[in-house]
């Protein structure tokens, strides 16, 4: 994406990012390489790698992830995120917030100001 | 078995070699990412985290992220974005911050808090003359004192290289 619907996209992700990851791990656990990729392959290309892997970090910090480090064949052995019972509450309450905000957001571009 | 008294003036013997350790991890990286992290370092020790463990944690795990997508291929400007200085914002927020931010971050908070005080007694006192010369009065004292911590604190940003 290029030039102010890029840089607008980009503003807009950095506080839905953390939930996407979690929605992504709650599929099934993976490691950051794997989610960027599925990342991509919904569409969304700009988005760094270094920044998935901040994010699995502070997830993990928080303890939403059990973390497994599994062997590779290439490269220092990966660590292999999986969304736990908090993780699960805390993405419960993501889509709940994210219902809201796109509720508002809705009745915002609908003119429904006026009560 | 070298003295523990010995550590005492060298610093911490585990994380010289935890230090030591991270920085063969480095020199093994193929050139371009070695660069890469170089710089990512550079910014960090100007932004980062205050608490020497924390420093240590964090290098480890920048190790981590570059040796792994060294070996999987990703490129550097995959892994750091289009814009870099986001992507180091993002990841040093795991680690603390450093401690002449957090201390201005505590000073403006008091600061506010101060202020909410002052309006809800100015508020209680609004007729008496007499008890809006008083709070003036505190505000004078507080304000000289504040002025010269706010000194010090400029001198201690100056040190970290704040301004550069």
Known sequence: ?115 | MTPKWIELVTGSLDDKKRYRRYKARIAALPESYRTAVEGVVRYLMYTGPGDGDQLMTMFDDLADLFEQSAADGVPVHAIVGDDPVAFVDTFKQNYGQGGWLGKEQRRLTDAIARAEGQDAGGGAAAGGGAAAGGGAADDDVRRRGGGADTGNETDAGDGSGVSR
């Open chain 1, 1 to 115: 994406m290029e030039g102010l619907v890029g840089k607008q996209m980009t503003e807009m992700l950095k506080g839905v990012l953390e939930g996407i990851v979690l929605a992504a791990l709650s599929r099934r656990p993976a490691y950051g390489y794997e989610i960027t990729a599925w990342l991509r392959d919904l569409g969304f290309t700009d988005i760094a790698e270094g920044t998935i892997y901040a994010l699995l970090i502070r997830v993990e910090q928080r303890g939403l992830v059990d973390v497994q480090k599994v062997a590779s064949e290439k490269g220092p052995p990966r660590k292999v995120y999986s969304l736990n019972a908090l993780g699960r509450t805390n993405l419960d309450e993501f889509w709940g917030t994210w219902s809201f905000l796109v509720e508002r957001l809705e009745q915002l571009h609908e003119g429904g100001m006026e009560r």
